[in-house]
Every structure is written in structure tokens, then in C-alpha cells.
């Protein structure tokens, strides 16, 4: 028997009881855009699934391949109603058994959809504030740039960008360097130079995040550099934004007491479209 909310209950019946992504974080996950029935981005998303797998020793199965997970996620997304436009999320996790060393290295996998508003990527007009949230640090290593289930420090930055009346938090690095924002990957404009920080100060590998800088890479008189930046940095940008696959581009508009122009973030949304389109 198990103590659920104050009634005991069999631990059968619990579904959470001996799920590992739940009582340990043991888990990895992806989660995706779907455009009129298709996964965008699907190569990204799946070899980065794979490669978080790896990395923390999950045995992949051997029927665990592209067109299996997209095939899984779509009927899951097409039982929603939501194929138009809709996020998923798949979710894996180690098999039951063990504490801190587990008994397996299997897997099990949940999949959950929901729809979306917009068809295509769009930025609102309405202000967007940010502020450096330095209570806790993320730490330059690889495990950092791995979707896990355990997601602490995004979730307590998030609670304090609401409770101070922000719109969203800049997380930093145990050397003080701005890595990312609590839902996405940063970049930063100044003059003719585009940035953003490199996977090995500790920021999370973004789908997006490659998306984008393909696409300004191909843009004449750009420079674009993968470099740390400083919290120094911030107040000297013409434009800061942060991006994810599911809201694509989101301009800052006030970092204290900085205001940005959104214009560079603009017309990148129209590339990002035109490309979305072609998918």
C-alpha cells in the first residue's frame, strides 16, 4: 500500500509510484511543433532524442527509429483533433526498479499532444521584460545541454519572473555568463554581429537555436559568432530575443532599465516562415 494525498491505495494503482522519470527525474524529452500534420524539424528533434539517451545510458530500442516516433506522435496528435497546428511532447523515462543505481537500462515513453493557436510562427506586439535570475547557476557541462525531466532551475526561474512581474528570466552559468532564458535559447544583436552562447558555456542544445543561426548565416553583411556573453553585454545590445520551436522567435523589449528595437527579429521571422513552409 501506498500513502496517495492521504488515502491508501494499492501501489498498483498508482501510476507514478515506481516511475523513475518521476521519483528520480531519470528521463529525457523532446517536445515538437506539428504543421498540417508534420513534425517539424523531425531529424533534429530525433537525433538529439537519441543522443540524450545516450549520453545519461538509456538502452535505445531497437525499434526506436524516426519514422516509428514520428508515426507514434502523429496518431497521438491526430487522436487530439489538433494535427492544423499543435505541440507535442514526448517523454522517456527508465524502466521501474533501483534507487540512484537502476535495475534496468530499458525504456518506456509517453506521449502527449494539445493544439495551438497560431498557424505560423508570429511575434506579439505587447512588452516583454526580462532580468538576470542568479539565485542558482547552471553548470558548464554537457549534461546541461540534455532535455531532462529534471528541470528545477527553469521552473524556479520561471515562478520568479512571475512573482516580480517579468515576462521571463535569464538564467546564467556558474562563471556569470548569460547562457539562455528559462524557456528558450538567446541571442543577442549589436551592430552587424549576431550571438549566442555556445553549447559548452552550458545553454541548452536548441532545435531553434541551429535553425536560426543557418538562417543568419545566410544573411549578407551578418556576422554570426557562438560566443559567452557577459551580463555587460545585455545593456549594450540593439536586440535580444529567445527562441524555442514552439513560440519560433520572441523579441525582448526592457532589461532593467534597456529598451530593444524588435527589428532584426522581425524579418529573421520571415525567413523562419518561408522555411516552415517548405518543411
Not at 540512484?100 to 518506456?108: A, D, F, H, K
Not at 527553469?154 to 512581474?165: D, L
Not at 549576431?194 to 553549447?199: A, D, F, G, V, W
Request: charged share 20%; net charge negative; aromatic share 8%.
Amino acid at each position: 500500500m501506498i500513502n496517495s494525498n492521504g488515502t491508501l491505495v494499492p501501489n498498483a494503482d498508482s501510476q507514478l509510484a515506481n516511475n523513475r522519470g518521476f521519483l528520480f527525474g531519470d528521463g529525457v524529452f523532446e517536445t515538437v511543433r506539428i504543421l498540417d500534420g508534420k513534425i517539424l524539424f523531425l531529424e533534429d528533434h530525433y537525433f538529439r532524442l537519441m543522443s540524450g539517451m545516450r549520453i545519461v545510458r538509456m538502452q535505445i530500442p531497437m525499434d526506436f527509429t524516426m519514422e516509428y516516433l514520428e508515426t507514434q506522435i502523429l496518431n497521438t496528435v491526430f487522436a487530439n483533433n489538433c494535427a492544423g497546428s499543435a505541440r507535442a511532447r514526448i517523454t522517456v523515462y527508465r524502466s521501474a526498479g533501483g534507487f540512484y543505481l537502476p535495475q534496468t537500462n530499458e525504456v518506456q515513453y509517453l506521449i502527449d499532444a494539445e493544439p495551438l493557436d497560431d498557424v505560423l510562427y508570429s511575434i506579439s506586439g505587447d512588452s516583454y521584460e526580462v532580468d538576470l535570475y542568479k539565485d542558482f547557476y547552471v553548470t558548464q557541462q554537457l549534461l546541461s545541454s540534455v532535455k531532462t525531466t529534471n528541470r528545477l532551475v527553469n521552473i524556479t526561474a520561471s515562478i520568479y519572473a512571475h512573482e516580480n512581474g517579468l515576462q521571463n528570466c535569464l538564467l546564467v552559468n556558474d562563471s556569470k555568463n548569460v547562457i539562455e532564458a528559462s524557456q528558450g535559447n538567446l541571442f543577442l544583436l549589436s551592430g552587424d554581429q549576431l550571438i549566442t552562447p555556445p553549447i559548452s558555456d552550458g545553454c541548452l542544445n536548441g532545435v531553434m537555436r541551429k535553425q536560426l543561426l543557418a538562417l543568419s548565416r545566410k544573411i549578407e553583411g551578418l556576422e554570426v559568432l557562438e560566443a559567452s556573453i557577459s551580463p555587460f553585454d545585455l545593456q549594450k545590445a540593439d536586440e535580444l530575443f529567445i527562441t524555442n520551436v514552439i513560440k519560433g522567435i520572441q523579441p525582448i523589449t526592457k532589461y532593467r532599465k534597456k529598451e530593444f528595437k524588435v527589428d532584426f527579429a522581425q524579418q529573421l521571422l520571415v525567413r523562419l516562415n518561408s522555411q516552415v513552409r517548405l518543411v
